[in-house]
């Protein structure tokens, strides 16, 4: 065996791949493992600086309006009457209780000793749950895992409405973790879920699930504590006691509305649905019950399987189901259901987790479309969520032999790069269809993300953005002029003066930029599924290119240039003494023009078609539909002929970075099977691996 032959197998022995050209020792791996972690922490402290100063950033009157609640001038320490006299206070007694002792002396210092002791609290909560991930785990998981938990928890909707607002949520979930995971003794675990209880009542159910699980002691040591607490609060506040357990019963009603959007919770959502009495408690009891029972036995199933921080997501999502109102810093425990793995494929296992991470960081207006249709969807997001963890979500058992290694996604052999000196990212395409429920989720919020970023890359607010995207209007104008590529007005006189082509250029801009788009691919995810992954890859890359420009560059288009002369087709003639002109600034940024992604997605659309497609007048009808969108763009005066180039440059370098991560697209034909993806021997003769 040669030198070359020699160096090749020690690099597959290693972890690499023959070519590599280096060892990839155990030193070597351990120490991009290190990297990579240290990586995280730092993301992790810039997330936590990132919450500190969007905090103090807050109007004195908008910041820790809740904490001024309990401790203000007005709060609990200083209350003459009842705690519940103003309904602002929504704790337990025995949350009060433990307010009392602060003075006005401790306020001072207490907007800042609550922010940061909330970060140190999230931090403890992250150490905490990766600790607990039920083994096997890889000296990979293990390395990252703490730093990608409280990355999240700095990210997730209910820790920053906890450090805005002064919530004490974070508190109850990390006092059962530390009973289930850190301290030793039943009966210290039992007291530390029992002070949660005092807290939030919900977590008692955590006491079945002690019991059924073998910690009889913790159970019952769970039940004297919270009723000793709650005791000593009723001892030393009778009145407030009786109002928030009898007159209010156990907080209901205390605070904002139950059928508040906030509301989390099976009632709050009845009670959005318009239905209200009797009828509506009898079935909140009745569908609180079976979520409890269902919930409650696959918590101890999996807490018997070995994986009782799952159990204890599951249990915290029955909680958040079943408590008359769960508010927005208590729903935490649905995010520790990431723990459990779901899908026994390897493209289905990452649909869950990103789910999760998405419902419980995103607003739920990037999750769903603003349709009436979706509204009970749309708000009740983290509810059904919850509800899915509690009771539907099929999470595999430790035993299954798909816990540890899913089954694999089918790889085209890698086929070799054109030019040798570009490195490669992938070791061969993926052959095998997408999960279609990730990919439409993955979708919509980068569709979300794509207009929030494109309509904050103004140039700057009122007259200044409009005087810098003026001022680049007269850059493109000039350059246009020189190279004899003006030709803007001209086309759109000549369109406004014939109806019938204003008629349908105008109706071409505003209806095919999407529908082409979204057509071509899922007819590849149905068809063609690993040429789908090259072409959204491809669009998707182009697209985060276009953003870059958008920031970079405001440019107001030829319709919206004083002194052109371009008459607005499609919105209608423009009032240029209005700075806003008009309604259509506060939906869309009217000045991301450059480059044009209206173009930029056709040439995506005509460049996907000509290359799949078997028939030459397919190809054809590929390539008239980015003429027919150049035209329409330039003459409805939306864009320069330059904004063209600019969209053409973003697909071009989107389709290279796509052969960067993903290498070059095999020349085979793919077909699905009962079993898969059984791809079928291409022109080289010769079939991907």
Same mark, same amino acid.
């Given at each position: 065996?040669?030198?070359?032959?020699?160096?090749?197998?020690?690099?597959?022995?290693?972890?690499?791949?023959?070519?590599?050209?280096?060892?990839?020792?155990?030193?070597?791996?351990?120490?991009?493992?290190?990297?990579?972690?240290?990586?995280?922490?730092?993301?992790?402290?810039?997330?936590?600086?990132?919450?500190?100063?969007?905090?103090?950033?807050?109007?004195?009157?908008?910041?820790?309006?809740?904490?001024?609640?309990?401790?203000?001038?007005?709060?609990?320490?200083?209350?003459?009457?009842?705690?519940?006299?103003?309904?602002?206070?929504?704790?337990?007694?025995?949350?009060?209780?433990?307010?009392?002792?602060?003075?006005?002396?401790?306020?001072?210092?207490?907007?800042?000793?609550?922010?940061?002791?909330?970060?140190?609290?999230?931090?403890?909560?992250?150490?905490?749950?990766?600790?607990?991930?039920?083994?096997?785990?890889?000296?990979?998981?293990?390395?990252?895992?703490?730093?990608?938990?409280?990355?999240?928890?700095?990210?997730?909707?209910?820790?920053?409405?906890?450090?805005?607002?002064?919530?004490?949520?974070?508190?109850?979930?990390?006092?059962?973790?530390?009973?289930?995971?850190?301290?030793?003794?039943?009966?210290?675990?039992?007291?530390?879920?029992?002070?949660?209880?005092?807290?939030?009542?919900?977590?008692?159910?955590?006491?079945?699930?002690?019991?059924?699980?073998?910690?009889?002691?913790?159970?019952?040591?769970?039940?004297?504590?919270?009723?000793?607490?709650?005791?000593?609060?009723?001892?030393?506040?009778?009145?407030?006691?009786?109002?928030?357990?009898?007159?209010?019963?156990?907080?209901?009603?205390?605070?904002?509305?139950?059928?508040?959007?906030?509301?989390?919770?099976?009632?709050?959502?009845?009670?959005?649905?318009?239905?209200?009495?009797?009828?509506?408690?009898?079935?909140?009891?009745?569908?609180?019950?079976?979520?409890?029972?269902?919930?409650?036995?696959?918590?101890?199933?999996?807490?018997?399987?070995?994986?009782?921080?799952?159990?204890?997501?599951?249990?915290?999502?029955?909680?958040?189901?079943?408590?008359?109102?769960?508010?927005?810093? /208590? =729903?935490?425990? !649905?995010?520790?259901? $990431?723990?459990?793995? +779901?899908? @026994?494929? &390897?493209?289905?296992?990452? %649909?869950?987790?990103?789910?999760?991470?998405?419902?419980?960081?995103?607003?739920?207006?990037?999750?769903?479309?603003?349709?009436?249709?979706?509204?009970?969807?749309?708000?009740?997001?983290?509810?059904?969520?919850?509800?899915?963890?509690?009771?539907?979500?099929?999470?595999?058992?430790?035993?299954?032999?798909?816990?540890?290694?899913?089954?694999?996604?089918?790889?085209?052999?890698?086929?070799?790069?054109?030019?040798?000196?570009?490195?490669?990212?992938?070791?061969?395409?993926?052959?095998?269809?997408?999960?279609?429920?990730?990919?439409?989720?993955?979708?919509?919020?980068?569709?979300?993300?794509?207009?929030?970023?494109?309509?904050?890359?103004?140039?700057?607010?009122?007259?200044?953005?409009?005087?810098?995207?003026?001022?680049?209007?007269? /850059? =493109?104008?000039? !350059?246009?002029?020189? $190279?004899?590529?003006? +030709?803007? @007005?001209? &086309?759109?006189?000549?369109? %406004?003066?014939?109806?019938?082509?204003?008629?349908?250029?105008?109706?071409?801009?505003?209806?095919?930029?999407?529908?082409?788009?979204?057509?071509?691919?899922?007819?590849?995810?149905?068809?063609?599924?690993?040429?789908?992954?090259?072409?959204?890859?491809?669009?998707?890359?182009?697209?985060?290119?276009?953003?870059?420009?958008?920031?970079?560059?405001?440019?107001?288009?030829?319709?919206?240039?004083?002194?052109?002369?371009?008459?607005?087709?499609?919105?209608?003639?423009?009032?240029?003494?209005?700075?806003?002109?008009?309604?259509?600034?506060?939906?869309?940024?009217?000045?991301?023009?450059?480059?044009?992604?209206?173009?930029?997605?056709?040439?995506?659309?005509?460049?996907?078609?000509?290359?799949?497609?078997?028939?030459?007048?397919?190809?054809?009808?590929?390539?008239?539909?980015?003429? $027919?969108?150049?035209?329409?763009?330039?003459?409805?005066?939306?864009?320069? %002929?330059?904004?063209?180039?600019?969209?053409?440059?973003?697909?071009?370098?989107?389709?290279?970075?796509?052969?960067?991560?993903?290498?070059?697209?095999?020349?085979?034909?793919?077909?699905?099977?009962?079993?898969?993806?059984?791809?079928?021997?291409?022109?080289?003769?010769?079939?991907?691996?």
């Amino acid at each position: 065996m040669g030198r070359e032959g020699r160096q090749g197998v020690a690099n597959v022995e290693h972890g690499g791949r023959p070519g590599d050209g280096f060892v990839r020792t155990p030193e070597t791996v351990r120490a991009r493992l290190h990297a990579l972690r240290a990586g995280l922490w730092a993301v992790a402290a810039i997330l936590a600086v990132r919450q500190v100063a969007a905090v103090l950033g807050t109007p004195r009157a908008d910041r820790l309006t809740d904490l001024e609640t309990w401790v203000g001038p007005n709060g609990v320490p200083h209350a003459k009457g009842s705690l519940y006299d103003s309904a602002r206070f929504t704790g337990t007694p025995f949350g009060g209780l433990v307010l009392k002792p602060l003075t006005r002396s401790a306020e001072q210092a207490l907007g800042w000793g609550w922010t940061f002791g909330t970060l140190l609290l999230v931090v403890a909560l992250g150490l905490i749950a990766a600790r607990a991930l039920p083994p096997p785990v890889s000296r990979r998981t293990a390395l990252l895992a703490a730093p990608v938990a409280v990355s999240l928890l700095m990210l997730s909707l209910p820790v920053r409405n906890a450090l805005r607002l002064g919530q004490t949520g974070i508190i109850p979930v990390l006092l059962v973790l530390l009973g289930c995971f850190v301290v030793r003794g039943e009966r210290t675990c039992g007291v530390l879920v029992g002070f949660a209880a005092a807290l939030q009542p919900t977590v008692l159910f955590f006491t079945p699930l002690l019991r059924f699980t073998g910690r009889r002691r913790a159970a019952a040591s769970t039940a004297v504590t919270f009723a000793a607490l709650t005791a000593l609060a009723w001892a030393a506040m009778p009145d407030d006691s009786r109002t928030y357990w009898v007159h209010h019963l156990a907080g209901v009603g205390l605070g904002r509305g139950a059928d508040d959007l906030a509301n989390q919770s099976l009632h709050g959502a009845l009670l959005r649905f318009g239905l209200t009495g009797p009828l509506e408690i009898g079935l909140f009891l009745a569908l609180g019950a079976a979520v409890a029972v269902a919930g409650l036995r696959r918590a101890v199933r999996y807490a018997r399987d070995g994986q009782l921080l799952l159990a204890v997501a599951v249990t915290g999502c029955v909680a958040v189901a079943v408590s008359p109102a769960t508010w927005q810093h /208590q =729903v935490l425990w !649905v995010l520790l259901a $990431l723990a459990g793995r +779901v899908g @026994r494929k &390897a493209s289905d296992r990452p %649909v869950w987790p990103v789910a999760v991470v998405l419902v419980m960081t995103l607003p739920a207006r990037m999750m769903l479309p603003d349709m009436p249709v979706l509204d009970p969807l749309r708000d009740n997001t983290v509810l059904i969520t919850a509800l899915a963890a509690a009771t539907l979500v099929p999470f595999l058992s430790r035993t299954s032999a798909s816990y540890r290694t899913p089954l694999p996604t089918g790889r085209a052999a890698p086929v070799p790069g054109r030019w040798k000196h570009v490195p490669l990212l992938s070791s061969g395409r993926v052959l095998t269809r997408p999960n279609l429920l990730l990919e439409l989720l993955l979708i919509r919020v980068g569709y979300s993300v794509y207009q929030q970023v494109r309509l904050a890359a103004t140039g700057g607010d009122g007259a200044g953005g409009r005087a810098t995207a003026e001022f680049h209007g007269d /850059q =493109v104008v000039a !350059v246009e002029r020189f $190279l004899r590529l003006d +030709v803007e @007005r001209w &086309a759109n006189h000549a369109v %406004v003066g014939t109806p019938f082509l204003r008629d349908f250029f105008d109706f071409y801009y505003e209806s095919f930029h999407f529908g082409v788009p979204l057509t071509v691919l899922a007819v590849l995810y149905v068809r063609r599924p690993a040429d789908f992954r090259w072409a959204r890859s491809a669009l998707g890359f182009a697209t985060l290119l276009a953003l870059v420009g958008f920031w970079l560059y405001p440019l107001a288009p030829p319709r919206l240039m004083p002194g052109l002369g371009i008459i607005d087709t499609v919105h209608g003639v423009q009032d240029f003494s209005k700075p806003d002109y008009g309604t259509l600034t506060a939906l869309t940024n009217q000045y991301a023009a450059m480059p044009s992604l209206h173009f930029g997605w056709s040439l995506w659309c005509g460049t996907v078609v000509v290359v799949l497609a078997p028939r030459w007048w397919m190809k054809a009808l590929g390539l008239l539909h980015p003429l $027919l969108t150049l035209a329409a763009i330039v003459a409805t005066g939306n864009h320069w %002929v330059l904004d063209a180039v600019g969209g053409a440059a973003v697909v071009a370098a989107g389709f290279a970075l796509t052969r960067l991560a993903q290498g070059p697209r095999p020349r085979t034909a793919v077909e699905p099977a009962a079993a898969g993806l059984r791809p079928q021997v291409g022109a080289g003769g010769r079939a991907p691996g």
